[in-house]
């Protein structure tokens, strides 16, 4: 699963905005949507446009406005600032940014800095992934507790030790957000882990 950003690259040459697009496009688990800013003059209308998740600007096209302004000015709180640089730039510079991007920079390191500002976001996702995701053995686990079995005839079908047959009910429990028997049951039903005729029969 990949988290979708809105992202807006403003940079007066149309060499460096498709290097940038064709980078973006080339970094794994991110899914983007690109939209270019050729002039200073046209970032606030953009801006209040799109309303992008990230906008990636040139410093020297922040003319006659700071980026907190834009952010209120065009109703994007949120919206991360990355700073486009060719070289080295003062620190003054650079600290109203959330990050930065050099021209140089190789499209793990650009994928690193994305993870970085999306740490909890790539969290979530990750966790929502595994949710959906049962091992083999708890689907084994799964399907006796829809027959009916207790954790003891589970333990001695599936030669385990009845403490692994609760940590294993538990890690189901916790990825599919399902606490009960008549819960499970219809999770096995509808991804086909058992038939109905077999419910309730060990």
């Known amino acids: 699963m990949n988290i979708n950003l809105k992202i807006a690259v403003a940079e007066a040459s149309s060499i460096v905005r498709s290097g940038v697009e064709m980078q973006m496009k080339r970094i794994s688990g991110f ?18 446009t799109h309303k992008p998740d990230i906008l990636i600007i040139n410093p020297s096209m922040i003319v006659g406005f700071t980026l907190q302004q834009l952010k209120d000015e065009c109703g994007c709180p949120a919206m991360k600032n990355i700073a486009l640089l060719y070289n080295l730039a003062d620190k003054s510079v650079l600290r109203p940014f959330d990050e930065q991007i050099n021209i140089y920079d190789t499209n793990d ?33 799964v399907v006796c507790v829809v027959k009916g079995m207790t954790n003891r005839a589970i333990a001695d079908r599936l030669f385990l030790s009845t403490h692994t047959v609760i940590t294993h009910r538990r890690n189901i429990a916790r990825k599919l957000q399902i606490h009960s028997a008549s819960g499970l049951t219809v999770y096995a039903i509808v991804n086909k882990l058992i038939e109905l005729k077999e419910v309730g029969k060990p």
């Not at 899914?31 to 209040?48: C, D, G, N, P, Y």
């Not at 390191?109 to 996702?125: F, G, N, S, T, V």
């Open 31 to 48: 899914r983007f949507q690109l939209i270019e800013i050729t002039r200073s003059e046209l970032v606030h209308e953009a801006i209040r």
């Open 109 to 141: 390191e650009i994928r690193q800095k994305l993870e970085q500002l999306y740490a909890e976001e790539m969290q979530d996702i990750t966790e929502n992934d595994e949710q959906q995701i049962l091992s083999p053995r708890e689907k084994e686990i």
